[in-house]
């Protein structure tokens, strides 16, 4: 689980990334999960590894897992790549507990 701290490095690398004057989101963000969508094509499903950093206004930033900063956020929480292909888990959530919930 990240740390509040840990959230507003990951604020900041955003901005930085995406040439924003260093406003702090940090403060906004209400949830960072990391993802594994399946598609089925044809005979081989398709993966996509993302980490969705969702904000309290209702918006997110999708983070894809070829972006140094997916692996910036995996390194910070020893997120190992070899989780459940079904399940979504959460790696920040403002004022709770870490969860492990099932995917939609």
Same mark, same amino acid.
């Given at each position: 689980?990240?740390?509040i701290?840990?959230a507003?490095?990951?604020?900041?690398?955003?901005?930085l990334?995406?040439?924003?004057?260093?406003?702090d989101l940090s403060e +906004?963000i209400? +949830?960072?999960?990391?993802?594994?969508?399946?598609?089925?094509? +044809?005979d081989?499903?398709?993966m996509?590894?993302?980490?969705d950093i969702?904000?309290?206004?209702?918006?997110?930033?999708?983070?894809?897992?070829?972006?140094?900063?997916f692996?910036?956020?995996?390194?910070?929480?020893?997120?190992?790549?070899?989780?459940?292909?079904?399940?979504e888990?959460?790696?920040?959530q403002?004022?709770?507990?870490?969860?492990?919930?099932a995917?939609?």
């Amino acid at each position: 689980m990240l740390t509040i701290d840990e959230a507003k490095q990951i604020s900041q690398q955003i901005c930085l990334e995406n040439g924003i004057a260093e406003d702090d989101l940090s403060e +906004e963000i209400s +949830e960072i999960v990391y993802r594994v969508d399946v598609f089925e094509c +044809e005979d081989a499903p398709i993966m996509n590894r993302h980490i969705d950093i969702e904000y309290t206004f209702g918006d997110y930033c999708e983070i894809r897992a070829e972006n140094p900063l997916f692996q910036f956020i995996c390194t910070l929480c020893s997120l190992s790549l070899e989780q459940v292909e079904e399940e979504e888990l959460i790696l920040y959530q403002k004022g709770n507990i870490p969860v492990l919930r099932a995917a939609k």
